[in-house]
């Protein structure tokens, strides 16, 4: 079996509770800094940051010359003083802030000697390796991220000449000024000094690096004649500059010549006004930037300003959305909820909808109109109306940039629950087994059925018809063992309960197979969890066969790491699963509990586990792990198990079979 280094760990945590080295990122979840580098006066005297944590955080070991206060505190938003006296020579400390098992690092430096660094290029710092060492670059400011007056810093991206650009990420304003009083604007000249840093393999100004000066443009967008959107059918947009230097010259983007143009530029002494027509728009939601160029003595001086456009929106079923073309128009679909996973942390769902032929799509991380995705109570079964754009996953369609518009929501309902309504007009949403068909009526396009539940307790459906814009109620194909599941009323006929006014969702096909008792198939999951980060439990699998196993995801693409965490009951002694990595990319789990990692196994690529659920995947006895404890647990145990951040963009996997055993 594996886990070998897992056993011996997870027993001294149950019996001494030790300790483990703490994990050291750069970017974490736990704890943010509003900076990770603090520089004192060579004479003495205090700089402050700010730490914003989820959980009880503290400072490790302190040189003496350092006070920082307060040394510890309690989850949410402190600040922290590092304060010195004067020194006579250079003074430099790495210290290391803790919460919830993760560490950052505070670089602090108390500098004698005056060093003015020298300004290199945006080339050469690129080529440098990552190291604490700050350097000073310069740039013209394309593009800005965020100016945060919270977190007293901004991220933005300069570029030069000669075509190089580099990411500066949350940099703070220079002692006794505020981020946001700075006036940097895209089209200044920014000067800033940080370390090498890098994310996700790309380089960039790491956190923590400070504003020198900046040159402002000589030319500027004062104002837009329109702040709004402009409409579907187009309109003239004017941009007002002053502009000092000697001319205006304005790009439009390649991508948007064929619908925007420039009419006219008209200057009057330091003023300037530029006149856009935009066109019919066809199409979806479109945007741009517009950027206007000066120059003086051989120097170009730029500014920037955007301008969005309304599309059309075209209504569509799910048939018809599968063959559109991948494009930025925007649909408005409507389909039945089949499946829905919520992310109350991303704000958004991913929801398949299905159309009355079967016909079916994945709506992708769907946003709410407004507020939050958990108020809108969507459920399976209701009808959903979504906006959003024809995308493609892995050659399989889906919508993307998705935004909720409307849906009706039907009361989801047991057979027992049903029944025990009043008589009314609510729409109930209600699965069973048909167990006798009374008539399916092509001329009255109708049907009346029996369906019941586990226990045997039936509901009578009188004249369901069936769902609007799919096969004939005769054509459907249903059959007696059929799982139907049905929308309707709660009626009543001499007495006796029944649903009426009902219409046809969906069925599944009858097995002549029994359903296997819990705990009976090898491949379910048979412990309590509760999904973390970049996690999911709406997929399937057929697995050496056996279909419609349902399997647990966790881990993204682009390297974002994932974790879940599995309940042991108390009085086991062995846990066993099944564990897979995504197609061609092995992946390392980490296991963790009672404050320590127990340790980490790598886990094989499956070529089954790719694209979207259901997967088709074949397993074998190296796929399956188990651990076991001395002696039976006393105990509930929570096991965080996590994808490795280290292994590259290697961060998905796939568990499932999950068992515990007192023996």
């Not at 740039?139 to 190089?164: C, F, H, M, R, V």
């Not at 960039?204 to 409409?231: N, R, T, Y």
């Not at 139907?484 to 009626?491: A, E, N, Y």
Request: overall charge negative; glycine content about 10%; aromatic content about 8%.
């Amino acid at each position: 079996m594996k886990l070998k280094y897992i056993f011996t760990a997870l027993v001294a945590a149950l019996t001494l509770a030790v300790g483990c080295e703490d994990d050291i990122e750069r970017y974490l979840d736990e704890v943010k800094v509003s900076s990770s580098y603090v520089a004192i006066p060579a004479a003495g005297g205090s700089q402050t940051i700010t730490v914003n944590a989820s959980a009880d955080w503290s400072f490790g070991d302190i040189p003496e010359w350092l006070t920082v206060s307060p040394t510890s505190g309690a989850a949410g938003e402190t600040t922290v003083s590092f304060k010195a006296d004067a020194a006579t020579s250079t003074n430099e400390a790495m210290l290391y802030l803790t919460c919830d098992g993760k560490s950052q690092i505070i670089n602090v430096l108390q500098q004698t000697e005056k060093v003015e660094p020298q300004v290199i290029p945006l080339k050469e710092f690129l080529a440098k390796e990552v190291s604490p060492t700050v350097y000073r670059i310069a740039g013209t400011i394309s593009n800005i991220q965020e100016i945060s007056a919270s977190y007293k810093n901004a991220t933005l991206t300069i570029s030069d000449d000669e075509g190089y650009s580099v990411y500066c990420y949350r940099f703070g304003p220079p002692s006794g000024k505020k981020i946001e009083d700075l006036g940097m604007e895209v089209g200044d000249f920014l000067t800033v000094e940080g370390a090498r840093g890098e994310y996700n393999g790309s380089p960039q100004m790491a956190q923590g690096g400070v504003f020198v000066s900046l040159v402002k443009s000589l030319i500027k967008v004062d104002s837009v004649s329109v702040k709004e959107p402009l409409p579907v059918e187009g309109g003239e947009f004017k941009a007002y500059l002053t502009c000092k230097g000697e001319g205006v010259s304005v790009v439009v983007p390649d991508d948007a010549k064929s619908w925007l143009s420039v009419t006219s530029i008209e200057t009057s002494g330091t003023n300037a006004t530029v006149t856009f027509i935009a066109a019919d728009n066809q199409l979806g939601d479109r945007a741009t930037n517009l950027t206007f160029n000066t120059t003086s003595n051989g120097k170009v001086y730029s500014a920037q300003t955007s301008l969005e456009q309304k599309g059309s929106i075209l209504a569509v079923t799910v048939g018809e959305f599968l063959n559109a073309a991948v494009s930025p128009a925007q649909y408005r679909l409507t389909g039945t909820v089949k499946k829905i996973s919520v992310s109350e942390q991303y704000n958004n769902a991913d929801i398949t909808v299905a159309d009355a032929l079967g016909n079916s799509v994945l709506v992708h991380r769907m946003k709410p109109a407004s507020g939050k995705i958990t108020d809108l109570t969507i459920g399976v079964g209701d009808k959903l109306t979504v906006l959003g754009q024809r995308g493609e996953y892995n050659g399989t369609a889906q919508m993307v940039n998705g935004v909720y518009e409307s849906h009706v929501h039907y009361i989801p309902a047991t057979i027992k629950e049903f029944l025990a309504k009043e008589v009314s007009d609510v729409e109930y949403i209600v699965t069973g087994k048909i167990v006798n068909i009374k008539e399916i009526s092509a001329s009255f396009k109708n049907a009346t059925l029996t369906i019941a539940d586990d226990e045997g307790t039936t509901l009578y459906v009188f004249r369901m018809k069936a769902a609007e814009g799919g096969p004939a109620i005769e054509n459907i194909g249903l059959k007696v063992g059929d799982v139907l599941t049905v929308i309707g009323k709660r009626g009543e006929f001499n007495g006796s309960a029944q649903m009426v006014n009902g219409y046809y969702v969906s069925h599944e096909a009858g097995s002549v197979d029994p359903e296997p008792e819990p705990g009976d198939n090898s491949y379910s999951i048979d412990l309590s969890y509760k999904l973390g980060a970049n996690a999911y439990d709406d997929g399937v699998a057929t697995i050496n066969g056996k279909e419609n196993m349902k399997v647990l995801k966790f881990g993204a693409s682009k390297g974002k790491t994932g974790d879940l965490t599995i309940t042991v009951p108390a009085g086991s002694k062995r846990v066993s699963f099944y564990a897979l990595a995504w197609k061609g990319a092995a992946t390392t789990l980490e296991f963790s509990g009672l404050g320590m990692t127990f340790g980490t196994q790598g886990i094989r690529a499956n070529d089954g586990v790719a694209g979207q659920s259901p997967y088709k995947i074949t397993v074998t006895d190296d796929d399956y792990y188990t651990f076991t404890v001395p002696t039976a647990l006393t105990e509930d145990l929570d096991i965080k198990i996590t994808t490795a951040a280290n292994v590259g963009n290697n961060t998905r996997a796939v568990l499932f079979g999950l068992k515990a055993f007192k023996e």
